[in-house]
């Protein structure tokens, strides 16, 4: 098959696919310089095309963000429920029927049909469901009026934390189709400004690329990184050189504290480097200028600071 005329493709879109955080900064640094030769007729009116779209860009993309931010916190809400189920509230439960009627006995079976299975294996809704059904197994045995009260306020916050993740998901794919939109059509008019741009300065060209952030767009290295870290330990996630005015959005997905920082060698510990830290699911902008002393250092880096739990990361260094 021939290859499309690499003319007639857009390299402002192709670069930004499922990446908006590049697509943001592709059209950050255009619109900035657009505005400063907004002295000369033809910038201003290409900027006056420009701006709105850009301004959509960026205030789809914060929106994105902080709802991302909520999904990830509902997330980790009902998983601590579910990890708190079993074997704890449910090996609870058990033990308190088991005073009462012995395991076998008609009663411990009509409540417990599988003992527990339910709890501990299956679907997030599965679980949250066996919970439910031995609510109503309890409801009216003798004895047993307190422990039905814990499994019937268990139940209503499992489905609350159910119920604020669904409603989240749902936001936050809301939001994302919001920045896709705001992303195609921002760099489509990018497109055809460098369109307009060859038109009037086709002798010239050169003098274009002050307009795009090439070292950007021509960028095809891998820019987002996601992995899991164990507790106490650290890892390096990727190598880059960064500038002193380069960002990078840190997001910790998973439950323990996680700190970053920028070491000098590949495989260095966080000891003598200055460890910025994100707490649980919460994604932070990390300026490279924060990381005191270490602001030349090419090899970002992520420890775990919890002795406990388990640390997961998703970053994205475009």
Same mark, same amino acid.
Request: hydrophobic share 40%; glycine share 8%.
């Given at each position: ?131 439910? +059904?031995? %609510?109503? *197994?309890?409801? /009216?045995?003798? #004895?047993?009026?307190? @422990?039905?009260? &814990? ?8 489905? +609350?934390? %159910?119920? *604020?993740?669904? /409603?989240?998901? #749902?936001?936050?794919? @809301?939001?994302? &189709? ?141």
């Amino acid at each position: 098959m021939k290859r499309t005329w690499i003319y007639l493709q857009n390299p402002f879109f192709n670069c930004t696919k499922k990446n908006f955080k590049k697509a943001v900064k592709i059209s950050a640094y255009t619109n900035a310089q657009l505005f400063a030769k907004i002295g000369d007729p033809f910038y201003a009116e290409l900027y006056a095309a420009y701006n709105p779209l850009h301004l959509a860009l960026v205030a789809a993309y914060n929106i994105w963000k902080a709802q991302g931010g909520t999904q990830k916190g509902s997330t980790v809400t009902l998983d601590d429920l579910l990890l708190l189920l079993s074997p704890g509230k449910s090996g609870l439960w058990n033990r308190a029927v088991q005073l009462l009627y012995p395991v076998g006995s008609s009663i411990y079976t009509a409540i417990f049909p599988k003992k527990m299975k339910p709890f501990n294996t299956g679907t997030k809704l599965e679980k949250i469901n066996a919970v439910a +059904t031995l %609510e109503i *197994a309890l409801t /009216g045995k003798a #004895g047993l009026a307190t @422990t039905l009260t &814990d499994v019937t306020a268990f139940s209503a916050s499992l489905s +609350t934390a %159910e119920t *604020a993740q669904s /409603g989240s998901k #749902g936001s936050t794919s @809301t939001a994302s &189709d919001n920045v896709e939109i705001a992303r195609v059509n921002a760099m489509v008019m990018l497109y055809s400004i460098l369109g307009k741009c060859i038109g009037n300065m086709a002798e010239t060209p050169r003098l274009i690329t002050v307009l795009f952030n090439l070292n950007v767009i021509r960028n095809t290295l891998q820019t987002i990184f996601t992995g899991g870290v164990k507790a106490n330990l650290f890892e390096t996630i990727a190598q880059r050189t960064f500038a002193l005015d380069d960002t990078i959005d840190a997001g910790n997905d998973g439950l323990g504290l996680l700190g970053f920082y920028l070491a000098e060698n590949a495989g260095d510990g966080p000891t003598g480097y200055t460890v910025i830290h994100v707490l649980s699911t919460k994604t932070d902008t990390i300026n490279i200028s924060d990381f005191t002393g270490n602001t030349t250092n090419n090899f970002l880096c992520v420890v775990n600071l919890s002795a406990v739990s388990g640390g997961h990361y998703n970053v994205n260094v475009a």
